[in-house]
């Protein structure tokens, strides 16, 4: 597979100093707030999914490793699957009464959008 990491290179197309190595502006990682003080929403969602329904959690502020970890443990709860996406989290099925008993027993502020 072909990595096309020069698309990243924000309007530098060529440069003619031999010794011009490319530095990439990386952003600083998002440090996790604690549960007590994230807003999280949890939606039902169906738009661009072939007529799937999934749940859908927003409005988490962190890294993407604790983001990933989240997913798991509502995958675990749930007892189904999901993944992240576009910092998103994704849950298979109807599950919002469960992802919002989860999060809150996990100490989370939980808006659940009907």
Do not use: H
């Not at 999914?49 to 970890?69: C, I, N, P, W, Y």
């Not at 994704?90 to 919002?100: A, F």
């Amino acid at each position: 597979m072909k990595k096309n990491d020069w698309k990243k290179r924000e309007g530098i197309v060529y440069s003619t100093e031999a010794g011009f190595e490319y530095q990439q502006s990386g952003g600083a990682e998002e440090t996790t707030l604690p549960p007590g003080k994230q807003q999280l929403r949890v939606e039902l969602d169906r738009t661009a999914r072939a007529g799937k329904q999934v749940t859908l959690v927003t409005g988490f502020l962190g890294t993407a490793d604790d983001r990933e970890a989240l997913c798991k443990f509502l995958k675990s709860r749930c007892g189904t699957g999901g993944s992240v996406k576009a910092g998103e989290i994704l849950i298979q099925g109807d599950m919002r009464e469960k992802v919002n008993q989860a999060l809150t027993t996990a100490g989370y502020k939980v808006r659940l959008i009907r």
